[in-house]
């Protein structure tokens, strides 16, 4: 027995805020991966290129970086899509930017290896640059989440408020993954009578399903209440797909 609804402690654990260890750690194991598949790939068969008598003689690093980049790229970027979905201000670009600087690393350190192969430097600083593009371009997209969060509240503020309701849950049930990415359809009556529906991408979790009929808050313009990018559904805002 307990004085606290267990499904409501389950599902705020589920959906709390991955905190900067997590994010670190999925970070770190995508550019690790990237380092040693970087590395491992070129010394692997570079060294057999550039041998005259094309021996295949790989050595353990080069092993090693082939090996053991593939699954720390897997694991981190499994974990990174777990943090992206739980942090809104994140995104999956900072994750792809991590994981191609550290091919530029990882290529860049079998370069000084690898001397015969002067391209390797271009293709290091093409892969490392390219991660930074990821990265700068993952800020942008950062900010322009910021923005609209910020635009969201106003709304919130000074919109009409009223009961939404869930007219197309957007999915037929949960399949292997606990966590649904659906696009849910919600209808409210505005204050001139009209019906209006409007469509918000949703991620529903196992232990708080989203059904058809169920009721949410929604804002909408005072001004315009047909203007979709002034419309704001709380259902969609706590969970939001991204």
Not at 59 to 74: K, R
Not at 93 to 108: E, K, S, Y
Not at 129 to 140: D, E, I, K, P, S
Not at 212 to 225: A, C, F, I, S
């Amino acid at each position: 027995m307990s004085t606290i609804d267990p499904s409501a402690v389950r599902a705020a654990r589920l959906n709390r805020r991955p905190g900067a260890a997590r994010v670190t750690i999925a970070l770190l194991l995508q550019g690790a991966g990237g380092t040693l598949m970087g590395f491992g790939w070129p010394a692997l068969f570079g060294g057999t290129i550039a041998t005259p008598d094309g021996v295949f003689d790989p050595s353990i690093a080069a092993l090693v970086g082939v090996i053991g980049g593939i699954p720390l790229t897997v694991i981190g970027t499994i974990l990174w899509v777990g943090v992206v979905l739980k942090r809104p201000d994140l995104g999956l670009l900072f994750g792809w930017g991590a994981f191609w600087i550290g091919v530029g690393i990882g290529v860049f350190a079998a370069s000084l290896s690898l001397p015969e192969l002067p391209v390797l430097g271009p293709i290091a600083g093409a892969a490392a640059l390219l991660g930074l593009a990821f990265v700068a371009l993952g800020f942008v997209a950062r900010r322009k989440r910021s923005t609209a969060a910020t635009r969201q509240a106003e709304i919130m503020r000074t919109g009409v408020p009223v009961i939404a309701t869930v007219s197309d849950k957007g999915y037929t049930r949960f399949h292997e993954s606990d966590r649904i990415l659906a696009t849910v359809t919600f209808t409210f009556t505005d204050g001139n009578g009209v019906q209006r529906w409007v469509q918000r991408p949703v991620a529903i979790h196992a232990s708080a399903p989203v059904e058809n009929g169920q009721e949410t808050q929604l804002w909408y313009d005072r001004t315009d209440p047909g203007d979709d990018d002034a419309i704001v559904v709380k259902l969609a805002v706590d969970s939001p797909l991204r």
